[in-house]
């Protein structure tokens, strides 16, 4: 037997497996049986070949590898090795191919899902701006602007300078001008900062407006600052302090504060009111009960029309003021002109229940033609005598032409009342209190002072004109017995703080009790009759 043949020889076969072990790929023909020797595809031996498991990744993860490694090295083979398209010898068939688990990529993870999804259009959770700046964005980089949730005010005053810091979102919700200012943009010069400057204003009075839109309590010292503050609210247009201050103004309306609210409050007189059948209804009544409120409110409103529309033509002849027909207020107030006229007309109707004592304060000397003319032409003053408003007419026309500086003769006088000297009822006097005002000031002509004179005294008046007649009865017309109920904005203009013949008069029924009110006491006479 030779050395190296046959299998007789344990070395042979030990050399064998060694040779064939270490040798696969070389091509020389080695020792032993040719009969046994045989060799391995390349493809298979790499599969059979143990592979380290790669720590990094998951066990799916590394399955998955593995298998796109083996596809990648098919396709390296079939590129290297051309399929001849002629022989039919070769199987068509497709190797061997791990199917993926879906939605996995190359590392166990959802990568290709990803990538196949349409991308989102809003950001992340965690990158999405605060809510009070949702919305704000550079439009350079599209990145989101977070909005510091305080800005500075910067009071100038001169060469004074005061920061107030508040809240932006107080600031926003409850004042519209200073919404429009934030809205616009830093106006102190420099484009990064969060300070916006405030020009002529009384800082401590805007640092107190600014508490109110954060803690809605405002601190205050008497009425004349609450009307300051008031000025203030209407000028930044805070619609809550603006109502807060009329509520507190209404509950301190007094004869020592009257004038001073009535000379703030002036120019709300001549405003449009919203109509008052179209207010809210915040109250829980049934149908009926509205429909019965609205019906009285209406015949009310009506009546108060007709006498606003018959004093203004007796009153005022052919040019009328109307004054009494645009102080007629809602009586639901809802927005804040409402609001102010309402507090006008209960100022006013203040000064028509003490008429004869706020005619007479050394105040009234200080009015405006203008606001003297709307006191002295109320049909609802309550005078006890015609003397009193000649007495202030008088009084005021002295301080008037002290102002404009001229001498105090009494055409002059009569020159700065003009049409207030007809203003007085000179029939409701007595003959001698309409002697006394004469001598005091002689506020009428000649001629219609002997009328006067002779109408007093009970003389037949004759030939008269349209116009003197007009006149003589202008001056004999009464005055209301009642002055109007105030709108109800406070305690103090409760509807039960007053007489019940007062709100019968505003509601237009009769103020005298009827045989049917007093029908107890009818029987009561009966009785006593018929036993005495």
Not at 147 to 152: A, C, Q, R, S
Not at 239 to 261: F, G
Request: hydrophobic share 35%; proline share 6%; net charge neutral.
């Amino acid at each position: 037997m030779d050395e190296c043949g046959g299998n007789a020889s344990l070395g042979n076969l030990f050399s064998n497996k060694i040779t064939a072990f270490h040798d696969r790929d070389s091509l020389e023909p080695r020792p032993g049986n040719k009969y046994r020797q045989r060799r391995i595809d390349s493809h298979l031996e790499e599969q059979l070949t143990p592979e380290k498991r790669i720590a990094k990744f998951p066990l799916v993860g590394a399955l998955v590898h593995k298998a796109l490694r083996r596809r990648e090295r098919e396709k390296e083979r079939e590129i290297s090795e051309p399929k001849d398209i002629n022989n039919n010898n070769n199987d068509d068939r497709e190797p061997d191919r791990m199917v993926l688990p879906f939605g996995l990529g190359p590392d166990g993870h959802h990568v290709d899902a990803i990538q196949s999804a349409p991308a989102p259009s809003a950001p992340p959770a965690h990158m999405m701006p605060p809510a009070y700046s949702r919305g704000q964005t550079n439009i350079y980089t599209g990145v989101p602007i977070i909005v510091n949730p305080y800005i500075d005010f910067i009071v100038v005053n001169g060469d004074d300078r005061y920061m107030i810091r508040c809240e932006r979102k107080s600031v926003l919700e409850r004042s519209v001008e200073l919404a429009k200012l934030i809205h616009a943009g830093p106006n102190s010069g420099r484009k990064s900062d969060n300070h916006f400057q405030i020009l002529n204003v009384d800082k401590n009075d805007f640092e107190l407006i600014v508490r109110y839109m954060e803690k809605h309590f405002i601190p205050y010292r008497d009425h004349k600052h609450l009307l300051k503050i008031l000025e203030l609210s209407d000028r930044f247009n805070v619609p809550d302090l603006i109502i807060y201050c009329i509520r507190e103004l209404d509950l301190r309306i007094s004869c020592a504060t009257a004038l001073d609210i009535f000379k703030a409050l002036w120019f709300y007189q001549g405003i449009a009111l919203t109509n008052q059948h179209q207010t809210v209804i915040t109250t829980q009544e049934t149908g009926q009960q509205l429909a019965r409120k609205k019906a009285t409110k209406a015949k009310a409103a009506a009546k108060q029309l007709a006498a606003a529309k018959a004093s203004q033509s007796t009153e005022n002849g052919a040019d009328g003021d109307g004054a009494q027909l645009n102080l007629i207020p809602n009586p639901n107030p809802f927005t804040t002109e409402d609001y102010g006229v309402a507090l006008l007309h209960n100022t006013l109707q203040l000064i028509d229940m003490h008429a004869e004592l706020q005619l007479s304060m050394p105040e009234i000397s200080s009015l405006r033609f203008e606001e003297l003319e709307t006191l002295a032409k109320r049909d609802t003053l309550q005078l006890r005598s015609e003397v009193t408003l000649f007495e202030c007419l008088a009084t005021w026309s002295l301080a008037e032409c002290a102002r404009k500086q001229i001498d105090a003769t009494p055409e002059n006088r009569r020159t700065v009342l003009g049409p207030l000297c007809l203003t007085p009822r000179y029939l409701r006097m007595t003959p001698s209190e309409f002697r006394r005002c004469c001598d005091r000031l002689e506020l009428l002509p000649r001629t219609e002072i002997s009328l006067i004179t002779d109408a007093l005294e009970g003389k037949k008046l004759k030939n008269l004109t349209d116009q003197q007649a007009e006149l003589l009865e202008k001056f004999r017309q009464p005055r209301a017995e009642y002055a109007r109920m105030p709108v109800h904005l406070s305690d103090r203009s409760s509807p039960k703080n007053y007489p019940k013949k007062m709100r019968l008069a505003h509601d237009g029924r009769p103020t005298e009790e009827g045989c049917w009110e007093k029908v107890g006491m009818n029987c009561l006479r009966i009785f006593v009759c018929i036993f005495d």
